[in-house]
């Protein structure tokens, strides 16, 4: 009997451990141990001009890829050690928590609901919220002229559509989609009246659709861009901290930006400071 007990319980920890494999269990590498590999899983956006694009022949162009790209070459993984994998908005934490990304370079605001799951480099850039409608709209100059049931478009898990509502316009009606470019799509076609998100985005699309769309009113929000990882990965926060002052410093952040977004006529902000999280 005791035999057979003994084997009953060796059996039972070979199926928990089992099961803790499969559930992704066990210790966790950090960013910098597998940048220490060479290797790094990069999350950016696929569908946003200038920032974080998926081009048609499989490459990724944009600011954000350019500051995760100079992140690396930081973190001593070159460019051919990096797999990009697409970040929607809503998925950004998941992503994260689950280990499926070393680290999100993804218009990621840093925000203190944000900062409960997941820790933030940077910031790398500060944006402001604001509005796209097509180019031959005269009712729409700012969220206050959205009341009268206009509709409202922008991206599911991102806060600017709630934070107009909220704040500016109580009986806009919100359409919330899984990316920008659907929303851009949408307002395009006359399906909605407006696009919200941050105006560096915005003006990705309207240099995008050059004629057919346009940026309007003056932001009226502060959004900071971190690089987001996981939660208590400290060392490698600092040191993408690291990065970023150097990357502002060397000249090498105002090039990417003149290369990728300065096209779409947004005029370079000044460099951030980098606030250490």
Known sequence: MKIARSARFAIGILALSFVAAACGGGEEKSASQSAADGKLTIGIKFDQPGLGLRNPDGTYSGFDVEVAKYVANELGVKPDGITFKEAPSAQRETLIQNGEVDYIVATYSITDTRKEKVGFAGPYFIAGQ????????????????????????????????????????????????????????????????????????????????????????????????????????????????????????????????????????????????????
Do not use: H
């Open 130 to 277: 604001s509005l796209l409608v097509k180019a031959d709209n005269t009712d729409i100059s700012g969220p206050d002229s959205l009341n009268g049931g206009k509709k409202l478009c922008s991206v599911t898990g991102s806060t600017p559509a709630q934070n107009v509502k909220d704040k500016y316009a109580q009986d806009v009606q919100l359409q919330e989609f899984d990316t920008y470019s659907a929303c851009v799509e949408a307002l395009r076609n006359g399906a909605v009246d407006a696009v919200t998100t941050d105006d560096i985005i915005l003006a990705g699309y309207a240099a995008q659709y050059p004629g057919q769309l346009k940026v309007v009113g003056q932001p009226f929000t502060t959004e900071k861009y971190g690089i987001g990882l996981a939660k208590d990965d400290s060392e490698t926060r600092g040191k993408i901290n690291d990065a970023i002052e150097k990357m502002i410093s060397s000249g090498a952040w105002e090039a990417a930006f003149d290369n990728t977004v300065g096209p779409s006529g947004y005029q370079l902000p000044a460099p951030p400071t980098v606030d250490r999280y």
